[in-house]
């Protein structure tokens, strides 16, 4: 198996795109699988590795990435060495990095006998699941997309109407890494940036107007996203297959870091699922 870790994307803001990429070296082009993190993740969180591997024995060219904001860097991009970049992110860069990324594969002559153009698929966790809806929606390079615990609404997620106007005042607010222990800054750009791009953002609007297959995972022990998040997707698109997996939570039972050699049962049971609806 062929593995390029941390490759360096230039994106449109002036931050590092820091990418991986998994795959058999066998010059047949293969099915395209791109992979968005969520909120205060990354892409070697957990057993991410684990999952790109079992999808790249599976067959597929498996992209994962750290969108530019998140806040590790070229040098650190396990963890949030910088805040600053991280209380600069937004939704629209997010899904700027997205399109960045699609491009660099499709252009990458060293791929160029590694990939099917013809068969990109998203798949994204937590808040990322809410970028890949946005973006199948609007890319016309995607044939599926697939979320994993993925949000439904972006606009719920912000403060209300008191803390709103103190964050305003402020310029900033600050929510704490329960393992990391980081004061993780969010600047009211972000806010802003929402505000000014709210009819882009609307995840039910985009799922509403999806014309590819979709498929919706989630644990019922999930108590980050509700489960009923992902009820409301499918119900915005009645044709999109749903699945609930059983006593899973909202990373699926692994956790960071991950020391085992094998994923959570909950894991593998999601990624052979994935196979099967991407097959």
């Not at 969180?45 to 070229?74: D, E, I, P, Q």
């Not at 890319?139 to 997309?145: A, E, N, Q, T, Y």
């Not at 929510?175 to 039910?204: A, C, S, W």
Request: glycine letters at 6%.
């Amino acid at each position: 198996m062929k593995i390029i870790k941390n490759f360096i994307i230039e994106g449109k803001h002036q931050k590092p795109i820091v990418t991986d990429v998994f795959y058999k070296e066998n010059h047949q082009p293969k099915k395209v699988i791109v992979f968005c993190h969520g909120y205060k993740g990354f892409k070697d969180w957990g057993a991410w590795n684990l999952m790109a591997k079992a999808f790249a024995k599976a067959g597929f060219f498996f992209v994962k990435f750290n969108f530019s904001h998140n806040g590790g860097t070229a040098k650190n991009p396990i963890d949030f060495p910088d805040l600053e970049a991280f209380g600069n992110n937004n939704y629209t860069k997010e899904l700027d990095d997205l399109e960045s990324v699609l491009d660099w594969f499709s252009s990458e002559e060293k791929f160029n006998n590694e990939v099917d153009l013809n068969h990109i698929s998203l798949i994204g966790h937590s808040r990322g699941g809410g970028i890949v809806l946005l973006k199948s929606n609007e890319d016309k390079r995607i044939k599926k997309v697939i979320t994993l615990a993925g949000v439904s609404d972006y606009k719920s997620r912000f403060p209300k109407e008191t803390a709103l106007k103190e964050w305003k005042e402020k310029g900033v607010y600050f929510v704490k890494n329960g393992r990391t222990h980081q004061e993780m800054p969010h600047f009211y750009q972000f806010y802003t940036d929402f505000e000014k791009n709210e009819h882009r953002l609307n995840i039910q609007k985009a799922t509403q107007n999806l014309q590819i297959p979709n498929l919706i995972i989630h644990g019922d022990q999930d108590t980050s996203v509700l489960v009923n998040e992902a009820e409301k997707l499918h119900r915005w698109n009645p044709k999109s297959a749903f699945t609930i997996i059983k006593n899973a939570n909202h990373v699926f039972n692994v956790s960071h870091p991950w020391e085992q050699e094998n994923m959570s049962k909950e894991l593998d049971e999601v990624t052979q699922i994935c196979i099967l609806f991407l097959n």
